[in-house]
């Protein structure tokens, strides 16, 4: 939105960024770890499905779940639910925190779709507060705070490269997507 000053695109270019992309988009009710890279590669192995990254959520209901209402759900929810003619799914998901007046979730997804943790606790009538993301594979979002940047640590940064190469082509022993064969 061009009328909006903290829009991704205001703050790298008053941060004298031009020419990142952005490896996971984030819609205008969420908040949390975005990483903005100029190597393609990257982005492609952070942010394509084949690759598996994980990416760490948190979530909180504004409500009390009483602590099997909040685990039956996140178990639908690692077995696929149908919605909109998808299958929307979590990895791995668990109750963090049972407050006075909230539930905080953890979920972990591996592929995201359009607004599909919202749309996975819509199906379920559980209304989201807080969708924060809070790690993109090996990256944490740690203490930052909104329109924060930070570069990335030397541990994150050689993480993000056994990503690249556990993937490279040119890597005999590389891993392959199951949608991928070999030359």
Do not use: C, W
């Amino acid at each position: 939105d061009p009328s909006d000053a903290g829009t991704v695109g205001k703050v790298l270019d008053a941060n004298g960024l031009q020419g990142y992309t952005i490896a996971g988009r984030l819609d205008r009710l969420s908040e949390g770890l975005m990483i903005f890279s100029n190597d393609g590669n990257l982005i492609n192995l952070l942010t394509h499905p084949r690759y598996r990254v994980k990416k760490r959520y948190e979530v909180i209901v504004p409500r009390v779940l009483p602590y099997r209402h909040g685990n039956e759900p996140l178990k639908r929810m690692k077995k696929g639910i149908n919605n909109r003619g998808e299958r929307l799914r979590i990895h791995s998901g668990r109750v963090l925190e049972q407050g006075d007046n909230s539930t905080r979730f953890e979920l972990v997804l591996v592929e995201g779709k359009k607004h599909e943790i919202r749309r996975l606790f819509e199906h379920f009538r559980f209304p989201i507060s807080k969708l924060i993301r809070t790690a993109i594979g090996p990256v944490e979002l740690g203490h930052l705070v909104p329109k924060e940047l930070k570069r990335v640590t030397g541990g994150e940064r050689r993480a993000l490269r056994e990503i690249e190469d556990r993937f490279a082509p040119d890597n005999p022993s590389a891993e392959r997507s199951p949608d991928r064969r070999p030359e």
